[in-house]
């Protein structure tokens, strides 16, 4: 199957310092990725929709100027945590929609574990 | 009611024997359907996916799709231990590219 990596696996920011995360589809062409969030035992939240190309579009309730997203070519998104707070602390996820041959297929990264201090 | 409902579970079935994993969704032009498997900490991993009526075969794994009853189900046969894990049922709705998930199985597999 299609590969995702994102990076760093795992951070651990100051309250009020900027995250980085990147999403990479290493084996296929993605013009749409989406990032969610994942707390505890929960189930994951659809955060946005990257669209290479243009802008994302965000779920209700996700504050657009604080989780940048960046979808500058077809294998990279990113999403950045501005002004990082405690509450922040979460599983962020991206997922790569691959349509090759016809099929609508989402392959998930390995996540990457935020911890804001 | 939601779009895509699971039963939570937990699920607990011996080794060896066949789980069972229950899927409904209520978008009836959904086209597409998938299964992903979570293991505690760790993201989604596609397991399946089904796009017509019946059932597609993989190894263990039998995904039985039927459209004009709007489920989708996970039967893995031979459980072994190592299958324990969350299962996720996720579906296409309607046209979107986003995918709806439920809210997942917990699935035990007592050795």
């Known amino acids: 199957g299609a590969v995702v990596s994102q990076h760093p696996s795992r951070v651990i920011c100051k309250s009020g310092t900027s995250v980085k995360i990147e999403c990479r589809s290493l084996d296929f062409q993605a013009t749409t990725m989406f990032w969610y969030r994942q707390f505890p035992k929960k189930s994951l939240m659809l955060m946005a929709t990257s669209n290479e190309g243009s802008k994302a579009t965000y779920e209700q309730g996700v504050e657009k100027d604080k989780f940048l997203i960046n979808h500058a070519s077809l294998t990279l998104s990113t999403l950045t945590v501005t002004s990082a707070h405690p509450e922040d602390s979460s599983f962020y996820i991206c997922s790569a929609r691959d349509i090759l041959f016809g099929t609508d297929t989402q392959y998930f990264g390995p996540g990457t574990r935020l911890t804001v201090l | 009611q939601k779009e895509v409902e699971q039963n939570s579970g937990p699920l607990s079935v011996p080794e060896g024997a066949i789980a069972s994993l229950n899927c409904t969704y209520s978008d009836r032009g959904s086209q597409s359907f998938f299964w992903y498997r979570q293991y505690s900490g760790k993201s989604p991993e596609l397991i399946m996916s089904i796009y017509s009526n019946g059932d597609k075969e993989d190894g263990r794994f039998t995904a039985q799709l039927n459209k004009a009853s709007q489920y989708v189900s996970l039967l893995i046969r031979d459980s072994q231990p190592s299958d324990s894990a969350t299962y996720l049922c996720?579906?296409?709705?309607?046209?979107?590219?986003?995918?709806?998930f439920g809210s997942g199985t917990q699935l035990t597999v007592l050795p």
């Open positions: 996720a579906v296409n709705i309607g046209s979107a590219r986003q995918l709806t």
